[in-house]
């Protein structure tokens, strides 16, 4: 499995809604201001490991930081007017949801989520319509090259992916660039099937933004179910803030897919570890593309995640 940790070893290295009336307000930029930010992708995990098991494959000490809860969460997320946020479950969990859907329990409205589930269950269609009541609007795939193109003859995934374009739920693909053209063979039998690439198919991670890898998710953008996160850009090209290195790939897909099928996201907690701030993240979008509309920018920081995952 292409876990958290292999993802960070390559790369080197809230406001509850509607509980206070804020003015939204607008930068210079026309961005969305105050309470009005969708994080589209962030891990919570709890140090309570009695009540919430880690996985066999990790242990305490794979826990870095050793807590992050919704509350260590909205200490970064808030100042930044992000109000609602997308959990991707935990690698340390596996495919106990339990944590993740009792914070989006405890925070109703705040929270949608996307699951882990075993795809070679018999009952996994089944499990995959419960959580969808449960808020959860996305599963999360982690895939290389390999097995991408082994989807086609597995039968416990083609089930996920035509019970999701049934459900209205999103495949969420955290992929490597070389991934992506069985990805893409993939979308051609499932054209109905809603799919969301994070962290930009991790294009950048070996420093280098490599016009080939990018070239191959720019040509994902002629299916219209396919989505991009520009997001983890703590851990892409220079990997040092304010990112603007990033501009340039960021740009090319506002004008492949239009920023109608971009989400930013943050992933914290990765975002603000080894000195690196939510804040620059956000700000990014914000303030350093400056090609982009007021309307462009808004669908980046709320309107494409609040359609996909808040419908």
């Not at 292999?6 to 607008?26: D, K, P, Q, W, Y």
């Not at 999701?164 to 490597?176: F, P, R, V």
């Not at 982009?292 to 419908?311: G, H, N």
Request: charged share 20%; hydrophobic share 40%.
């Amino acid at each position: 499995m292409l876990d958290r940790r292999t993802f960070i070893n390559r790369s080197s290295g809230a406001v509850l809604a509607g509980a206070v009336a804020v003015s939204l307000g607008e930068t210079v930029s026309g961005a969305p201001q105050a309470s009005d930010c969708i994080d589209a992708h962030v891990h919570v995990w709890t140090p309570d490991t009695q009540q919430y098991p880690l996985s066999g494959d990790f242990k305490v000490k794979d826990m870095v930081p050793p807590s992050f809860t919704p509350e260590e969460l909205f200490a970064h997320c808030k100042p930044s007017g992000v109000s609602r946020i997308v959990l991707i479950q935990m690698s340390f969990y596996k495919y106990d949801n339990s944590y993740m859907l009792a914070v989006m329990k405890k925070y109703p409205g705040v929270f949608a989520g996307v699951a882990i589930v075993d795809e070679s269950q018999a009952d996994t269609p089944a499990k995959m319509k419960e959580l969808r009541a449960l808020g959860v609007l996305g599963f999360r795939l982690y895939t290389d090259k390999v097995k991408a193109e082994g989807w086609s003859g597995s039968a416990g995934m083609k089930s996920m992916w035509s019970t999701a374009a049934d459900t209205g739920q999103s495949m969420c693909l955290l992929a490597n660039p070389d991934a992506l053209p069985a990805v893409e063979a993939m979308i051609k039998q499932y054209p109905r099937t809603r799919v969301v690439i994070d962290h930009f198919a991790r294009i950048g991670v070996s420093g280098k933004v490599e016009t080939a890898d990018l070239d191959n998710l720019c040509r994902l953008a002629k299916f219209p179910n396919v989505y991009v996160k520009t997001s983890a850009f703590y851990a892409l090209g220079a990997k040092k803030a304010p990112y603007t290195d990033l501009v340039p790939m960021i740009m090319r897909l506002v004008k492949e897919y239009g920023a109608s099928r971009l989400m930013w996201a943050s992933d914290c907690p990765y975002q603000v570890q080894e000195g690196h701030t939510y804040a620059a993240s956000i700000d990014l979008v914000r303030n350093h593309l400056p090609e982009l509309s007021a309307a462009e920018r808004q669908a980046i920081l709320r309107d494409t995640a609040a359609k996909v995952f808040f419908a």
